[in-house]
């Protein structure tokens, strides 16, 4: 009678350590940065349609003391709100075209944030329009973001 192999070998042994790596490979982790800069663009987004569209329900536009552009630029208005929260949503998914279009949206926004405050002697809610627009640009030129993204 032959004796029985035993079921722990030295060749088991190391076959079960070769697959154990003590340090794991990690996925990187988002940048706090970035998640502010989404947070930020959505809950702004979100806000500019909602206050848009009760605007726009609110004004009655065939009324003559409303000028026939106030419907359009409103309308404008919610099209660029839902561009900002579209970049918000879209920032988290790793590529880097809702960064672009966020920075390109943000720009205008300055843009015209300052065009209105130049037609209004420097009205405070266009400035802190800017001001929040120049934070979130700020958070996604950030190099932790960047280097995110690429």
């Known amino acids: 009678m032959t004796e029985p192999e035993p079921w722990i070998t030295r060749d088991s042994i190391n076959e079960a350590w070769r697959g154990y790596n003590p340090n794991p490979p990690t996925q990187p982790r988002l940048p ?7 947070v930020v663009l959505i809950v702004r987004g979100s806000l500019g349609l909602l206050l848009t569209f009760l605007i726009l329900q609110a004004l009655d ?7 026939s552009w106030v419907p359009a630029v409103l309308w404008f208005s919610m ?6 929260i579209l ?12 960064r672009m279009l966020a920075f390109g949206a943000l ?9 209105i405050m130049a037609q ?9 329009g800017v001001a929040v627009d120049l934070v979130i640009i700020a958070l996604l030129s950030r ?8």
Request: aromatic share 16%.
């Open 120 to 128: 209004t002697t420097a009205s405070c809610a266009g400035l802190s």
């Open 107 to 115: 720009g205008v926004d300055v843009g015209l944030g300052l065009f």
């Open 87 to 98: 970049c918000g949503v879209f920032l988290f998914s790793g590529k880097p075209w809702p």
């Open 143 to 150: 190099p932790a973001v960047k280097e995110w993204y690429y």
């Open 79 to 84: 099209g660029f709100a839902a561009v900002q």
């Open 61 to 67: 536009v065939h009324s003559s003391w409303v000028a």
């Open 32 to 38: 706090g940065q970035l998640i502010a800069a989404a």
